[in-house]
């Protein structure tokens, strides 16, 4: 689903996080306000091989940890 970027803000501090066996966390490069058909939204950024996409969309993704709670 395309959708458009409306205000980044820093992800200092924020991991995406993800469920199974290789479980790792992914420091967020920012967070994302998103606008697509459905609305609005807060998403979490990531950087991937030079690219930067959203942590959300990846199959595995449970949530957030903030480097407080490591």
């Known amino acids: 689903m395309d959708y ?3 205000q980044m803000l820093p992800g200092t501090g924020w ?3 993800y ?3 290789d479980a790792l966390l992914d420091p967020l490069v920012c967070l994302a306000l998103i ?3 459905r609305g609005q939204f ?3 950024m990531i950087s991937v091989e ?3 996409v959203r942590a959300d969309q ?3 993704y449970a949530g957030l940890l ?3 709670e490591i």
Do not use: M, R
Request: hydrophobic share 30%; glycine share 4%; net charge negative.
């Open 4 to 6: 458009k970027i409306l």
């Open 15 to 17: 991991f995406a996080t």
């Open 19 to 21: 469920h199974g066996e």
């Open 35 to 37: 606008e697509d058909p």
């Open 42 to 44: 807060i998403v979490p």
């Open 50 to 52: 030079d690219q930067i």
């Open 58 to 60: 990846s199959p595995k």
């Open 66 to 68: 903030h480097e407080s």
